[in-house]
């Protein structure tokens, strides 16, 4: 049985991204860039006004009261470039071209109309005031978004804003759930006293969906060797990954390691020394397709997807390992205990402390205990070895809720 630190490392060796293609910009939210953006000229192009108001000599207004004649207008999107001398200024509108010459703007509300198409400029403007100078924001040639970052809505807009209609992105894993167990039936079917419906399914597609994945199906099959394989052979044709629950123990009925040897699999490991989730499997097949077995239990489902599978689908999406593995490094509100024996993931809530945020551990019972982890924010590791953690203890805490990443502070590798 392996470390939970070397079977990340295996993981990093054995997975790589898959292809880049050009992605028109509505198809490219949360993929990863493959070639950076670049400025295809200065932003802004040109000096530009950020305000309503007028275009001026900013040496004409060093006074109160000062005169000036409006010698012409230059709207948003204009190309006209009026001349404007000693004494004279332009009607402008945001965002458009300051004219040659100019180089303050002085907003409506701090001018009165005067005689014959002129304005007095009620109190004194600073010089450059109100103006978006050329190239402030970048110039040409600039990087503004590096390969290897997740697109968000601004980055798109920054490509649409310069002129990269089609960035070039890592594709988007396909992936399928495979749900093993006799027992299992659906959320909508009737259950008899020997039987429950399975959880694990539609948990693993909405933590998927929380973090910008989706999975093309989910289906549950009976605890038989011919079968596993079977549905693990023809998943295999239409996904690049597969996740499997249930089946990977030692018990009689858990067949998924040899369905995966039968289905043309090999296994990387098989078992790590954590708790929950201990089963885990890796499994790597031709062509760059990837099969995870996490063990059945709901804790050991949710705890595994977040410290193996979300990273491993990271890094087969084009993302850097180093950015892949995410925590958040932060107290305890109280004392945490463990056995010990294996790296132990215990459930925690974030909760808001007078010099920032702690992490209250709560009590399971067992890995199948669902409901109090629906009491959770997420699970911080207890290290292998250590049985027993102080109050105020620094621990690298994983939030399973995707806004929980953001809003505490800023994420730091687990490994």
Partial sequence: MITQEVAWNIITRTITPLPVSPHPLNRCLHHILAEAVKADRDVPAADRSAMDGFAVRGDDITKPATELKIVGEVPAGSDAAPSVGPGECVLIYTGANLPPDTDTIVRVENTTPAEDASITVIEPIKKGADRFRKGENASKGDTLIPAGTQLTPAHIGICAQTGCAKPVVHKHPAISILVTGEELKTAGEKVELHQIRDSNGPTLQAMLKANHFKANSSTIVNDDLKTTSTAISALLDTSDFIIITGGVSVGTYDYVPDAIKKAGGTVKFH??????????????????????????????????????????????????VDKCHESLELPLKNEANSKGRRKYYALGRLIQGTDGYLIEPIKRKGSADLITAGKADGVFAIPLGTKHLDPGSIVKFTPWVTERRTHVNQPSPTL
Wanted: aromatic share 12%; no cysteine.
């Fill in 271 to 320: 078992g790590v020394a954590m708790q929950p989730g201990k089963p885990q499997l890796f499994a790597e097949f031709p062509g760059n397709k990837f099969v995870f077995g996490l063990p059945g239990n709901p804790l050991s489902v949710m705890t595994g997807f977040h410290e193996f599978i979300l990273p491993a689908l990271k890094i087969l999406s084009g993302m850097p």
